[in-house]
């Protein structure tokens, strides 16, 4: 009865640590990854802030072909921004729309934003054998989307698209200024 007992407890304690251990393994932190966070006091939320060191960060690990860019909202819309709101930076088929390679969902992060768009973004249901950097032709677009729901834009959503579309994978310099309203 001892010997089962504690057979048991060395079974309840393996277990114990795959729970304990679980929580975190879904999460892929890279440090240097995103420029250090901003304290609250020192800006408002969707203010200008200085630009990211130049050749820093992720950009020296991340995958051939990766996009890289900065996104600007016009002036005039800076207090049209819901506060729950996701900025959706999508790279598409079409001029028009169509499918989408990749895209990145985040909370609406201080303006300019530093972005880069690349393998780890492409989308499940173009398969895992789609190479990002083997894209030659797509079509940048930011979209502020007020309840964070990939689809079609609602009215009160803010767009705008990159203004050397179409881009090719590995492209840098895809500045997009977010400058109208559904």
Not at 10 to 19: D, S, T
Not at 78 to 92: H, S
Not at 141 to 148: E, F
Request: charged share 20%; proline share 11%; glycine share 10%.
């Amino acid at each position: 009865m001892k010997t089962q007992a504690v057979s048991c407890f060395r079974c309840l304690a393996v277990w114990c640590g795959l729970l304990l251990a679980l929580p975190g393994c879904h999460q892929h932190y890279e440090e240097g990854a995103h420029p250090p966070p901003i304290p609250p006091e020192a800006t408002s939320p969707h203010s200008e802030r200085p630009a990211a060191p130049a050749g820093g960060g992720k950009a020296q690990t991340e995958g051939a072909g990766t996009i890289h860019g900065a996104i600007r909202l016009a002036p005039d819309l800076a207090d049209r921004i819901p506060p729950n709101a996701y900025l959706f930076v999508m790279a598409r088929e079409r001029s028009d729309g169509g499918h989408p390679y990749a895209v990145k969902r985040l909370p609406v992060p201080a303006f300019p934003f530093h972005y880069t768009l690349g393998q780890a973004d492409v989308m499940p249901m173009m398969g895992t054998g789609k190479a990002f950097a083997d894209i030659r032709e797509m079509y940048l677009v930011a979209r502020i989307d007020q309840d964070g729901q990939a689809g079609a834009p609602q009215p009160g959503d803010l767009e705008g698209a990159c203004a050397v579309n179409p881009v090719a994978a590995g492209s840098a310099g895809c500045d997009i200024v977010i400058d109208r309203s559904h």
